[in-house]
């Protein structure tokens, strides 16, 4: 009798902890939802970039846990530069972008802050953010591409959407500058069946490329480009263009990755 009292105390202990252990994991899931755009400072024009990694980087870090807490993983905006989260607990967060434009955040080799454009928001429901920044690059249309016996045809033009003398004024203090950073060292015209076209959404038989050595595009700067696509793609395909253009500076610094700047997207048929 005493050992089935002792089987039965045992029984009821693990029943009650077990209970505890389950109220302990009910909590609310994330829905706090947070909004964004980035646009050009001067015309106020969305920055057109790849759906990705070589797109807009964003980076939130909540600032409610205090110092030195690390960042949420990092995710990436859409290709018009809007961006969205749902999933994130209410809190004070510190957002960050990186992307083809001067740099957000500016240290010089020592580590001494120089800018710090970041914004902290206080993210609870829905919450909106807008950065104006300085692109690179401006890639725009000529005029619209056109089909020519299963090639497209496009014309774009390239010009700076920061001077020369702007860029190394907020780039050179941050230390080890270079005159060829300015360069522009490509264009692309990726070509997809996807609206989404871009660098990670290509098809590789059709997507061309112009690559010029050192600051040899510059005399091209404002000039009418003409880029032709790979290959022929097969009569009656709908498929989507878009030309991009990059500098040989890469954002974040020492990242390695060297961000496009984007057209809109066109949509041709194939005849």
């Not at 005493?2 to 909590?27: P, Q, R, T, V």
């Not at 020519?148 to 014309?155: D, L, M, S, T, Y």
Request: hydrophobic fraction near 35%.
């Amino acid at each position: 009798m005493k050992n089935i009292s002792i089987y039965l105390a045992i029984c009821a202990l693990f029943s009650f902890s077990s209970c505890g252990m389950f109220e302990l994991d009910n909590y609310d899931l994330p829905d706090e939802t947070l909004q964004g755009e980035v646009v050009d400072s001067e015309t106020g024009e969305p920055i057109l970039t790849d759906q990705g990694s070589e797109g807009i980087r964003v980076r939130l870090t909540e600032l409610s846990w205090g110092d030195n807490v690390v960042p949420n993983p990092d995710f990436f905006s859409m290709p018009d530069g809007t961006f969205q989260n749902t999933k994130l607990f209410p809190g004070t967060y510190n957002v960050r972008i990186d992307g083809p434009f001067i740099p957000l955040i500016r240290e010089d080799d020592r580590g001494v802050p120089l800018a710090d454009e970041t914004q902290t928001v206080d993210i609870q429901g829905v919450s909106h953010v807008r950065f104006e920044v300085q692109p690179f690059l401006l890639v725009e249309w000529v005029k619209e591409p056109e089909v020519i016996n299963g090639k497209v045809k496009a014309q774009v033009r390239v010009t700076r959407g920061v001077s020369e003398e702007e860029f190394r004024s907020q780039i050179e203090p941050m230390g080890g500058y270079s005159n060829s950073f300015t360069n522009v060292t490509d264009i692309q015209l990726f070509v997809s069946y996807s609206s989404t076209v871009g660098y990670r959404a290509r098809d590789e038989r059709w997507s061309s490329q112009m690559e010029f050595s050192g600051s040899s595009f510059n005399s091209r700067l404002g000039e009418t480009i003409t880029i032709e696509s790979n290959g022929t793609i097969p009569e009656g395909r709908m498929v989507f263009v878009r030309a991009a253009a990059r500098i040989n500076y890469d954002t974040p610094r020492g990242s390695g990755t060297r961000r496009w700047n984007y057209n809109e997207p066109r949509q041709v048929l194939v005849y």
